[in-house]
């Protein structure tokens, strides 16, 4: 019953902590784990005396593990919010809005976060509910996972030209008209695709390292510059008004609620395909769970992108029983930690039942959290000195870069800003930036 | 000069400029004892192979020694390695449960810098230190000095050290006392009779006549 109650109490904590990082933008989830994993030393040593109890030592890495999945998972509920009232562009200059932030200037912010919580809790369930189909589909006696890895090389590259394939912005450049511009704009996220490829090759080959002896993820900087900086720079440099925030409970009408049910069950299994291939991200699942669905609604789109990230996060935790590969930086984090054990039978493995109690519990707390906080971002953001929050975001960044992978970082951070604005300013889709690491993988696999 | 300007300028240009800077920055050259001291780095180390094996997802666990201290290489993939060889890896350093490994992300990273066959050494170099070889495919001179059944016995030149060499009958060797030989075969310690001992139990082991002896 302790035990339980341990475990409990480390999904908490792991939660609390899945707040705070969620609610600080351009952090990614990946990039708190090996945070986390860095820092997993000082809770083992803080949680010695459990040992002195009686617990093997194998529990407290269990524990921390349960922490880290629960607090990765709490992340992807959290990070909706500031992603929806932060970074929002001045819609009459920007070239594409993201949907949260269009529905932050109709005054539903807090829609647009009751949406996506919608979105992530019931992506838990669909996934639970899964859980063992899946299990029996990507391992024995189907085993997808091997078909996969034979035709990985082709998967990818079927992914990489729908991305590009499927974009719709247009860009005018030579005064050409008609089609032109759609085909400029797939040219150009070709562009963005291939030159964040290139910085991939280049960046692995980069030696960082830490000025104060942490662990140094040469990814670090590179994620935070392609995708979470350049959203902050240029919300510094518009200044939208942002309309008062409508704060009232969403209530979802029948077709709203159909629709939502889709978005769960397409989005669930675009992360399921995340967190089986590797190299694609969850933008890259939105595309493929839209495009399977063939609606761009921007709520349902909210709803969609929810349930692949946490999807993903899910099922990145039975992937690591499953085919024993990490899929996210929380799972290397928990791979590091504690000794996987192959879920190859019916019955499922004991750190996994664990695990899936954490997930389940960190997915329940983090729904009901989300639309609490939510609610106080909506009331209390026109009193919050956004100027001021997005710079003191873009200096923790850039301090986190430089105390986990020094100066070389902080060059690597510039340049993959630079990138990252390739996008935003285009107009194109950010997760063609996502060449970063498909191309890679792609020319591993040739 | 606009955002948009700035931003093609500064991608394609940043990315060119860590390019030239990836060409000069190397990973840091280490020996295994060293590991510990680089957990989440990318280095480059040197090993003797002890043991190998395919995984089912076609990547390959290697162990390599360097005098007392092993560490477990991770590649992605397979390559032609075999015991005694000595190979240079370049991967990330990390700690899983209590060994300390090398993620070798691509069979590039991983050279053969020495096979064990093409490197013979006299038998008192197995004498100073036994431990280093233990467990490996090694090729040793010596003379012959008595012939039995199943094994015969080599010396060194000014008999200070003597190794018991086990062969399998139908190898049919022609042995003459006196005789110097290289002998290809894997290092081992027999536990029964607390001594060290060659065994030729590979395809590729053999004991070969010097011409000069």
Same mark, same amino acid.
């Given at each position: 019953?302790?035990?339980?109650?341990?475990?409990?109490?480390?999904?908490?904590?792991?939660?609390?902590?899945?707040?705070?990082?969620?609610?600080?933008?351009?952090?990614?989830?990946?990039?708190?784990?090996? &945070?986390?994993?860095?820092?997993?030393?000082?809770?083992?040593?803080?949680?010695?005396?459990?040992?002195?109890?009686?617990?093997?030592?194998?529990?407290?890495?269990?524990?921390?593990?349960?922490?880290?999945?629960?607090?990765?998972?709490?992340?992807?509920?959290?990070?909706?919010?500031?992603?929806?009232?932060?970074?929002?562009?001045?819609?009459?200059?920007?070239?594409?809005?993201?949907?949260?932030?269009?529905?932050?200037?109709?005054?539903?912010?807090?829609?647009?976060?009751?949406?996506?919580?919608?979105?992530?809790?019931?992506?838990?369930?669909?996934? /639970?509910?899964?859980?063992?189909?899946?299990?029996?589909?990507?391992?024995?006696?189907?085993?997808?996972?091997?078909?996969?890895?034979?035709?990985?090389?082709?998967?990818?590259?079927?992914?990489?030209?729908?991305? &590009?394939?499927?974009?719709?912005?247009?860009?005018?450049?030579?005064?050409?008209?008609?089609?032109?511009?759609?085909?400029?704009?797939?040219?150009?996220?070709?562009?963005? /695709?291939?030159?964040?490829?290139?910085?991939?090759?280049?960046?692995?080959? $980069?030696?960082?390292?830490?000025? &104060?002896?942490?662990?140094?993820?040469?990814?670090?900087?590179?994620?935070?510059?392609?995708?979470?900086?350049?959203?902050?720079?240029?919300?510094?440099?518009?200044?939208?008004?942002?309309?008062?925030?409508?704060?009232?409970?969403?209530?979802?009408?029948?077709?709203?609620?159909?629709?939502?049910?889709?978005?769960?069950?397409?989005?669930?299994?675009?992360?399921?395909?995340?967190? $089986?291939?590797?190299?694609?991200?969850?933008?890259?699942?939105?595309?493929?769970?839209?495009?399977?669905?063939?609606?761009?609604?921007?709520?349902?789109? &909210?709803?969609?992108?929810?349930?692949?990230?946490?999807?993903?996060?899910?099922?990145?935790?039975?992937?690591?029983?499953?085919?024993?590969?990490?899929?996210?930086?929380?799972?290397?984090?928990?791979?590091?930690?504690?000794?996987?054990?192959?879920?190859?039978?019916?019955?499922?493995?004991?750190?996994?039942?664990?695990?899936?109690?954490?997930?389940?519990?960190?997915?329940?707390?983090?729904? /009901?959290?989300?639309?609490?906080?939510?609610?106080?971002?909506?009331?209390?953001?026109?009193?919050?000195?956004?100027?001021?929050?997005?710079?003191?975001?873009?200096?923790?960044?850039?301090?986190?870069?430089?105390?986990?992978?020094?100066?070389?970082?902080?060059? $690597?951070?510039?340049?993959?800003?630079?990138?990252?604005?390739?996008?935003?300013?285009?107009?194109?889709?950010?997760?063609?930036?996502?060449?970063?690491?498909?191309?890679?993988?792609?020319?591993?696999?040739? | 000069?606009?955002?948009?300007?700035?931003?093609?300028?500064?991608?394609?240009?940043?990315?060119?400029?860590?390019?030239? #800077?990836?060409?000069?920055?190397?990973?840091?050259?280490?020996?295994?004892?060293?590991?510990?001291?680089?957990?989440? %780095?990318?280095?480059?180390?040197?090993?003797?192979?002890?043991?190998?094996?395919?995984?089912?997802?076609?990547?390959?666990?290697?162990?390599? %020694?360097?005098?007392?201290?092993?560490?477990?290489?991770? #590649?992605?993939?397979?390559?032609?390695?075999?015991?005694?060889?000595?190979?240079?890896?370049?991967?990330?350093?990390?700690?899983?449960?209590?060994?300390?490994?090398?993620?070798?992300?691509?069979?590039?990273?991983?050279?053969?810098?020495?096979?064990?066959?093409?490197?013979?050494?006299?038998?008192?170099?197995?004498?100073?230190?036994?431990?280093?070889?233990?467990?490996?495919?090694?090729?040793?001179?010596?003379?012959?000095?008595?012939?039995?059944?199943?094994?015969?016995?080599?010396?060194?030149?000014?008999?200070?050290?003597? #190794?018991?060499?086990?062969?399998?009958?139908?190898?049919?060797?022609?042995?003459?006392?006196?005789?110097?030989?290289?002998?290809?075969?894997?290092?081992?310690?027999?536990?029964?009779?607390?001594?060290?001992?060659?065994?030729?139990?590979?395809?590729?082991?053999?004991?070969?006549?010097?011409? %000069?002896?």
């Amino acid at each position: 019953m302790f035990t339980l109650f341990l475990v409990i109490f480390f999904c908490l904590l792991g939660v609390l902590t899945g707040i705070a990082t969620g609610l600080l933008p351009g952090l990614h989830v990946n990039n708190i784990a090996l &945070i986390l994993l860095s820092i997993s030393g000082v809770f083992v040593s803080s949680f010695g005396f459990l040992i002195d109890m009686g617990f093997p030592s194998d529990f407290i890495f269990l524990l921390i593990s349960v922490y880290i999945i629960s607090c990765s998972l709490a992340h992807t509920f959290l990070d909706c919010i500031p992603s929806t009232f932060l970074g929002a562009p001045d819609p009459d200059t920007a070239l594409s809005v993201l949907p949260a932030h269009s529905l932050l200037m109709e005054g539903k912010g807090f829609e647009a976060v009751s949406l996506s919580a919608l979105g992530s809790f019931g992506a838990v369930l669909f996934c /639970f509910l899964l859980l063992v189909p899946i299990r029996f589909v990507i391992g024995s006696p189907v085993f997808f996972y091997e078909t996969l890895r034979e035709i990985m090389l082709f998967v990818l590259l079927a992914v990489s030209l729908l991305m &590009i394939c499927t974009e719709k912005s247009k860009i005018e450049c030579f005064g050409l008209k008609k089609h032109w511009p759609s085909i400029f704009g797939m040219f150009f996220a070709l562009f963005v /695709f291939l030159l964040s490829g290139f910085f991939g090759f280049v960046i692995f080959e $980069i030696v960082v390292d830490s000025p &104060i002896g942490l662990e140094s993820p040469v990814l670090f900087p590179a994620l935070a510059g392609l995708f979470g900086m350049p959203t902050l720079v240029t919300s510094l440099m518009t200044s939208p008004v942002i309309p008062e925030q409508k704060l009232c409970d969403t209530v979802l009408d029948e077709k709203t609620k159909k629709s939502s049910f889709l978005s769960v069950v397409t989005g669930s299994l675009g992360g399921i395909l995340v967190s $089986i291939i590797p190299g694609i991200t969850s933008a890259t699942g939105t595309v493929i769970s839209m495009n399977v669905r063939g609606e761009s609604d921007k709520k349902q789109t &909210i709803v969609t992108l929810s349930a692949v990230n946490t999807a993903c996060a899910f099922f990145v935790v039975v992937m690591m029983f499953v085919i024993l590969r990490s899929r996210s930086g929380a799972a290397l984090a928990v791979m590091e930690i504690i000794a996987i054990e192959e879920w190859s039978d019916v019955l499922i493995p004991q750190y996994l039942c664990y695990l899936l109690i954490a997930v389940l519990l960190a997915g329940t707390f983090s729904y /009901f959290l989300t639309l609490k906080i939510g609610k106080i971002f909506a009331k209390k953001f026109a009193n919050v000195p956004y100027t001021l929050i997005v710079k003191l975001t873009i200096s923790m960044v850039a301090v986190l870069v430089f105390l986990f992978t020094g100066f070389m970082g902080l060059i $690597i951070l510039l340049f993959a800003t630079f990138i990252g604005l390739l996008p935003v300013e285009f107009g194109v889709r950010r997760s063609h930036c996502m060449g970063i690491l498909l191309i890679p993988i792609i020319f591993y696999f040739i | 000069m606009n955002l948009k300007k700035l931003s093609i300028f500064f991608a394609t240009s940043g990315t060119l400029f860590l390019y030239f #800077l990836s060409l000069l920055s190397e990973p840091v050259v280490v020996e295994l004892s060293d590991l510990p001291d680089y957990e989440g %780095k990318k280095v480059t180390t040197t090993g003797i192979v002890t043991d190998y094996f395919t995984t089912k997802f076609a990547s390959q666990m290697i162990t390599i %020694k360097d005098y007392n201290f092993t560490a477990v290489v991770y #590649l992605e993939g397979t390559c032609d390695v075999e015991y005694g060889d000595k190979i240079q890896i370049v991967g990330e350093v990390q700690r899983y449960m209590d060994d300390w490994e090398v993620i070798v992300d691509n069979k590039k990273n991983l050279k053969i810098v020495e096979k064990w066959d093409n490197v013979s050494f006299p038998i008192w170099q197995l004498a100073q230190n036994p431990g280093r070889y233990l467990g490996l495919n090694v090729n040793v001179t010596g003379y012959v000095e008595s012939i039995f059944d199943s094994y015969f016995y080599i010396v060194d030149i000014e008999n200070k050290h003597s #190794l018991i060499v086990f062969y399998e009958d139908y190898m049919g060797l022609s042995l003459h006392p006196g005789k110097k030989v290289c002998i290809s075969a894997k290092f081992l310690f027999d536990e029964k009779n607390l001594r060290y001992k060659l065994e030729l139990c590979d395809e590729r082991h053999g004991v070969f006549l010097e011409t %000069k002896g």
